[in-house]
Each structure stands twice: as C-alpha cells, then as structure tokens.
C-alpha cells in the first residue's frame, strides 16, 4: 500500500505530536459511548473557526473543565458553572460554545431516556447522507452546522472519508465496523 498522498489529512498527520496520536487511534473509529460521543461533539462544535491542532492542544483542559465530559455533570451545570468555564483559559471562552455544551448535554440525555443511548439514537437514524444528517442536527442540537456535523460523523465513524484509502489507518479503521461501513 503506498503512503496517502500530500494535501489529505493521513498526510499531514504523520508523525505530528498532536495530530498523529488522534489520526492513528481515533478519527474515524466507531464510539458508542455516550460521554466520549459528547465529548467529540463539545470538541467539533469548540473547533468552529479555529484549527483542529488548537482543540487537541487544550483537550486536556477541556476534560478537566468540562468533568470529564460525563453527561449527567454538565448538563446540571448553572451560572456559576457557566462563569468558570468562561474565565478557564484552558479551553475555548465562547458563551455560544460553551451554552451550547452545557443545553447539548441536556438534549443528549433527553435522547438517551428515549433511544436508550446517544450512540443508539444515531444508530436509528442511519444510514442517512451528509445533508439529512446536517438538518437534524440543527433541529436537534445547538451550534451544529454542516462542517461540525459532518466532522463530527466522521470523526466516529457515521459518515466515510476520515481516512484516505491509502492510509494504513483505513484498514483498521474498516475492520472495527463503523456504521459507514455496514
């Protein structure tokens, strides 16, 4: 198998400190837990006009602030929860980004009380094309437009492309059965 080609994602992550770690052993690969598909989400939606190398950068002070992205915790979260976060230099301080976390950790539980899971709700929707995809996530989420939804899909397996076919990582990627696959 040859190497992906220059200009992909495969490429320019190799053997990047940060994008390396995330591209071999992450992007891609199906989750189905709830608290790890939030955290993705909370990543996607903090990345919305910055580089992806900045999120991986402060991941760590986003789990930490957000309580290790467990559901139950942030979605209980209030002003003074809100207030922290906007004053944590270890995370992005955006009000819309950080309600939008904060009102989506409440949706996903309402999702979870009636599909059973985050992971089982996405799986009721699939298979669906990018752009159905899109429209119900706006009408289900908050600050989810295309690129963070398509990202999002992709990056846990929803939606094909996260790794070009040349990439090594597309052969373990495809044996883990991701919903694009299926």
Same mark, same amino acid.
Request: positive net charge.
């Given at each position: 198998?040859?190497?992906?080609?220059?200009?992909?994602?495969?490429?320019?992550?190799?053997?990047?400190?940060?994008?390396?770690?995330?591209?071999?052993?992450?992007?891609?690969?199906?989750?189905?837990?709830?608290?790890?598909?939030?955290? $993705?989400?909370? =990543?996607?939606?903090?990345? %919305?006009?910055?580089?992806?190398?900045? *999120? /991986?950068?402060? #991941? !760590?002070?986003?789990?930490?602030?957000?309580?290790?992205?467990?559901?139950?915790?942030?979605?209980?979260?209030?002003?003074?929860?809100?207030?922290?976060?906007?004053?944590?230099?270890?995370?992005? $301080?955006?009000? =819309?980004?950080?309600?939008? %976390?904060?009102?989506?950790?409440?949706? *996903? /539980?309402?999702? #979870? !009380?009636?599909?059973?899971?985050?992971?089982?709700?996405?799986?009721?929707?699939?298979?669906?094309?990018?752009?159905?995809?899109?429209?119900?996530?706006?009408?289900?989420?908050?600050?989810?437009?295309?690129?963070?939804?398509?990202?999002?899909?992709?990056?846990?397996?929803?939606?094909?492309?996260?790794?070009?076919? !040349?990439?090594?990582?597309?052969?373990?990627?495809?044996?883990?059965?991701?919903?694009?696959?299926?």
């Amino acid at each position: 198998m040859t190497a992906p080609p220059p200009g992909t994602y495969c490429h320019a992550a190799l053997g990047h400190e940060f994008h390396g770690p995330y591209h071999d052993l992450e992007y891609g690969f199906p989750l189905r837990d709830d608290d790890r598909l939030f955290e $993705r989400l909370i =990543l996607e939606i903090n990345q %919305a006009g910055l580089s992806w190398v900045t *999120i /991986l950068k402060k #991941r !760590a002070g986003f789990y930490r602030a957000y309580d290790g992205f467990r559901l139950e915790r942030v979605a209980a979260y209030g002003d003074a929860d809100r207030a922290r976060l906007l004053g944590d230099a270890g995370i992005i $301080r955006n009000r =819309l980004k950080v309600d939008a %976390a904060i009102e989506n950790a409440k949706r *996903i /539980l309402n999702l #979870r !009380a009636s599909h059973g899971s985050f992971a089982a709700w996405l799986d009721s929707h699939h298979p669906l094309d990018k752009p159905t995809w899109i429209r119900l996530f706006k009408t289900t989420f908050r600050f989810t437009g295309g690129e963070i939804t398509g990202e999002f899909l992709m990056s846990t397996g929803y939606l094909p492309g996260a790794h070009h076919p !040349a990439c090594p990582v597309f052969a373990r990627v495809e044996a883990a059965s991701p919903p694009w696959t299926r």
